[in-house]
């Protein structure tokens, strides 16, 4: 249909192609079971509002995503995306990742069409399964002009996310997928998008980062803060050959007595420290409760952990710079 636009769903797996043994399986379920032509025919309600086409790229739980499976997937969406007969992209993916994979792609896509990942809480052998309503919701918004040039969004239970600051609430329930305080971007309606806010930190046509020509990505590992902490963990990931460290801190990434010489040493070896929280919300102040000129780290402003993670590996292929790296915190 001329009409309508030209949506491809590459699908890599997760709960949204998951089964189950009986109809209220909700927990214990096989991930990954089921293939993208399957999932397509499961919904023919999606041929009203877009040409949709399907590619397997993955069938994996999210839990087993690698960066090698970014570097594919993002590849696979920048060559897809140059084609002028591509509207939009939907991505199939497991929950537990979606909010890396897709903070990676909002940097690593050079492109102002729509990209939109979508996935389930409930496996599609289950009552109420969320993932056909999702998939036509996804669908429609990745062939909406309205979407265009939002950068990589996420988008479940109705409400439409940033990829940048989206993050899973919840380990269980339909509504686990939310932006805590800054907030998700709009609704879906109707098969309509409704958007309220856009983001405004950099992303896709803007970003720097290019990773066409890079077959491996940086080792960036993550400590986590905690009472009665120790360095052993971060001391084992500098040995195994870590470029970087995220220190995911308490409160305000606080530094423990235990960690601090431990993220000081790593320095001197060159390692890239960056300072994150365990909280969840809020800027992680620089220069805030550690010294990060004197100790030359870096703050990881708003990102979580796990974003934190994805932010430097990106900078980690252009520099080593941490002031350089510094700004990108503040940019991305
Ligand atoms: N709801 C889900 O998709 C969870 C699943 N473990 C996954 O991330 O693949």
């Known amino acids: 249909d001329e009409k309508l636009p030209n949506v491809m769903i590459l699908a890599t797996g997760g709960t949204i192609a998951g089964t189950g043994a ?58 897809l995306l140059a084609k002028p007969d591509v509207d939009g992209i939907v991505i199939t993916h497991g929950t537990d990742t979606i909010e890396e994979t897709a903070y990676f792609l909002d940097l690593t896509v050079h492109s102002a069409k729509p990209v939109v990942i979508v996935g389930a809480m409930r496996p599609a052998t289950a009552i109420s399964a969320d993932g056909p309503i999702n998939l036509y919701n996804a669908v429609s918004l990745a062939g909406s002009k309205d979407a265009v040039g939002k950068g990589v969004l996420v988008a479940l239970n109705d409400q439409i996310n940033a990829g940048r600051d989206v993050t899973k609430t919840n380990t269980s329930t339909a509504d686990t997928f939310r932006t805590p305080e800054l907030g998700m971007l709009g609704y879906m309606q109707g098969g309509l998008p409704h958007f309220y806010r856009q983001p405004v930190r950099k992303h896709t046509t803007e970003s ?46 606080s530094l423990s007595n235990a960690m601090k010489p431990g993220l000081i040493d790593a320095r001197k070896d060159g390692v890239v420290i960056v300072r994150s929280s365990r909280v969840g919300n809020g800027i992680l102040a620089r220069n805030g409760e550690a010294n990060d000129d004197e100790l030359d780290f870096v703050a990881s402003d708003t990102l979580n952990p796990q974003k934190a993670r994805i932010l430097l590996m990106l900078a980690l292929t252009k520099t080593s710079d941490t002031k350089a790296i510094q700004k990108m915190f503040y940019t991305y």
Do not use: C
């Not at 399957?38 to 994996?60: M, R, Y």
């Not at 690698?66 to 920048?78: A, E, F």
């Not at 963990?233 to 970087?244: E, H, I």
């Open 22 to 79: 009986t109809s209220t399986t909700t927990v214990g379920y096989t991930a990954a079971k089921i293939g993208v032509e399957q999932l397509i025919e499961a919904v023919p309600e999606l041929k009203k509002v877009a040409n949709v086409k399907g590619e397997q790229v993955f069938q994996i739980a999210s839990e087993n995503m690698t960066n090698d499976h970014w570097l594919k997937l993002s590849k696979r969406v920048n060559e």
């Open 208 to 253: 720097e980062f290019d990773v066409s020509k890079l077959d491996s990505l940086p080792q960036v590992d993550i400590v986590y803060g905690y009472a009665n902490n120790n360095r052993i963990a971060l001391d084992a990931f500098v040995k195994a050959g870590a470029k970087g460290i995220i220190h995911a801190g308490v409160g305000d990434g």
